[in-house]
C-alpha cells in the first residue's frame, strides 16, 4: 500500500527524464508553429451601445512596410439583442499623400439560424474582410480609417464597438 523510498526516488527519475525531453519539444513546436500575421487591431467603442449615424469611429496608425501585401478588416461587436441580421457600413481610408478612397460594405451578422462570429455568453463578435484582394500601401506614413454606419435606424441600438483590423499577408 505504501510506496517505498527506492520506489518515490525512481519514479521521480523517470517523471524528470520525461518532462526534460517534452518540455523542450514542446517549445519548439509551440514556437516554430505561431506566426503571427497581426500588423493592427484598434475597436473603438460606441458610445451608451447606440451607434449614431453622426458618430464616425476613426482609427489612424503608421504605416512603414511599403513591400508587403495586406488584408483588411472590419471588426464589429454587437449583443444578441441587435435588431438586424446584417449591417451597413461607409469605409473611408486616408492614405499619405491625401489620397481618399471610399466604399459601402455590408457586413452579414446573422445567418438563419445563428448569429455568424464568436460569441460568448449574449456578445458577438463579427471580422469581415473588406478588401477584395490583398492591399499594398504604396507610401509610408499615416493612414486613417473611418466607419460611418448608414443603416435607416439611427441610433442603431446594440452595437457595442467598431475598429478596423491590418493582417500582413505572409508569403
Not at 13 to 25: E, G, N, Q, R, W
Not at 91 to 119: C, H, M, Y
Request: proline letters at 5%.
Amino acid at each position: 500500500m505504501f510506496c517505498k523510498q527506492e520506489d518515490i526516488t525512481s519514479m521521480g527519475k523517470y517523471t524528470f527524464s520525461v518532462i526534460s525531453v517534452l518540455a523542450p519539444a514542446f517549445f519548439v513546436l509551440y514556437f516554430s508553429s505561431c506566426k503571427t500575421n497581426d500588423f493592427f487591431e484598434r475597436n473603438i467603442a460606441i458610445p451608451n451601445q447606440a451607434w449614431e449615424r453622426s458618430f464616425k469611429p476613426s482609427v489612424n496608425f503608421d504605416i512603414a512596410d511599403t513591400t508587403s501585401l495586406y488584408n483588411i478588416y472590419v471588426t464589429l461587436r454587437h449583443t444578441h439583442a441587435y435588431g438586424y441580421n446584417n449591417i451597413w457600413l461607409n469605409v473611408q481610408f486616408q492614405l499619405p499623400g491625401d489620397i481618399v478612397k471610399q466604399q459601402r460594405v455590408e457586413i452579414p451578422l446573422a445567418s438563419n439560424e445563428a448569429w455568424l462570429g464568436t460569441g460568448m455568453d449574449d456578445i458577438y463578435e463579427v471580422r469581415q474582410l473588406i478588401t477584395p484582394h490583398p492591399f499594398r500601401f504604396k507610401t509610408p506614413g499615416k493612414t486613417t480609417f473611418t466607419i460611418e454606419q448608414v443603416m435607416r435606424e439611427t441610433p442603431l441600438q446594440h452595437i457595442m464597438n467598431a475598429g478596423i483590423r491590418v493582417e500582413k499577408v505572409v508569403q
